[in-house]
């Protein structure tokens, strides 16, 4: 029995749930849930913020502790941030290009 009146299907993202939600739940729609889509996201910048924070080989530090120390802000909301830590970071990328900047801002320039 196929039950239709569901109309929408919240999973983690595996493909053993997204087949199953296909097969008997085709018509609803699947959305990912929050927790899993934020940890992914935390996932990749984390790696991103990894690679620009290293430094060639021999260097000391190793890293660049002040990539390194970011890594809170990095994850924070901007309008939580105060305006020193929005400069801190307005710094930050300035100086690392490549590094991706917050998601979550409020500012579709930043």
């Known amino acids: 029995?196929?039950?239709h009146g569901v109309k929408?299907?919240?999973?983690?993202?595996?493909?053993?749930?997204?087949?199953?939600i296909e097969v008997r739940l085709g018509h609803a729609r699947h959305v990912l849930d929050r927790f899993h889509v934020i940890a992914w996201f935390q996932a990749g910048l984390t790696a991103v913020r990894r690679d620009v924070q290293r430094r060639p080989e021999g260097s000391k530090?190793?890293?660049?502790?002040?990539?390194f120390r970011s890594r809170f802000l990095l994850m924070r909301r901007s309008d939580k941030l105060d305006a020193a830590e929005q400069s801190r970071l307005d710094a930050l990328f300035v100086a690392h290009p490549r590094h991706p900047?917050?998601?979550n801002s409020t500012d579709a320039g930043r």
């Open 101 to 103: 900047r917050n998601m």
């Open 8 to 20: 929408v299907v919240v999973s983690d993202g595996s493909k053993a749930y997204k087949a199953a």
């Open 61 to 67: 530090p190793a890293f660049d502790p002040e990539v």
């Open 1 to 3: 029995m196929v039950p």
